[in-house]
């Protein structure tokens, strides 16, 4: 069977959000029209045969339509995908969609619907990107902040550019203009003011306590964070505590070592102190090893038990900890 690839079918991989959330909304302002109707959908909610009859019965009365399927990991039955190639390859397409996901990769018979060039995969910057990425937004807002400020932005907030683009524009809406921001002012306003996070979720973990660290868990499920997205900030932080245990073995754990390895502030050196009193490297290692493991069930039919599945993740987490 040859597939026609359809130019108003995009596929937007990867943990990097911001990034992606701007060719989305580039996308979005391409195909805008002087009535724009825009739907998202969630996969694994909202069934495969559902979403294919909003497509292909949309309102008559718009210019543009626009879909947005997000959690797009999730969609792998043959017939779902069948449903999705009728969509695409409707003769009246009409519309545009977009697969979002925060992995690396969907079904290969989801992806082979869309053209090469039109399937992205955003990658999370590297650390000497996000240092120069936060100084030039302060930069542009006619903002000063101090290198210290910058590493503390940094270890509190998660590595994607959305976030630091909202949390740094809360900082700049919070403090006075015309003077450096110093790291004191960013973990004022920021540790104390900041939403849930997988990182807020590790400092919970980190203490020890299972209840807050659940509780915290299903906060961001319920913000509708991606499961993979979480995954991936608690590994990020999990192999930082590799590092810092790494450092106190050889007895190397001073104030230049610890900001080298990106723990500055001092409420992220409390935070992996803590952890280092319930974790040993092997230990961590172990927890790397189950966030992979939870990550393949993810994406696994049994994707549908995601709460449950999460739930024992945590607690795993916590028993590697114990043991």
Known sequence: MVISKAPGAYIFLGNEIGKKQDEVDRIRKKIAGTALEETVFYAGETPAVDIADTILNRSL??????????RAEQIEKKEDIALFETCINSENSGFTIIFLSDGNKLAAGLEDLVSKENRIIFYEMFENEKDRWVRALFKREGRNIEQDGIDAILELVENNTEALRRECSRLMLFLQPGRPIRAQDV????????????????SRIAAGDLSKSLESLHSLLAAKESAQSILSGLAWCFRKLESYLA????????????????LSSPKARDDYAAAARRYSIAAAEACLALTAECDILLRSPAAALEDILMDRYILALFNAGAA
């Open 187 to 202: 973990e004022q306003w920021l540790s104390h003011s900041r939403e849930e996070s997988a990182f807020t979720l590790f």
């Open 61 to 70: 009365f718009a210019d543009s339509h626009l879909f947005i399927i997000k």
């Open 247 to 262: 450092l106190l073995e050889k007895g190397e754990a001073g104030s230049f070592e610890l900001k080298k390895i990106g």
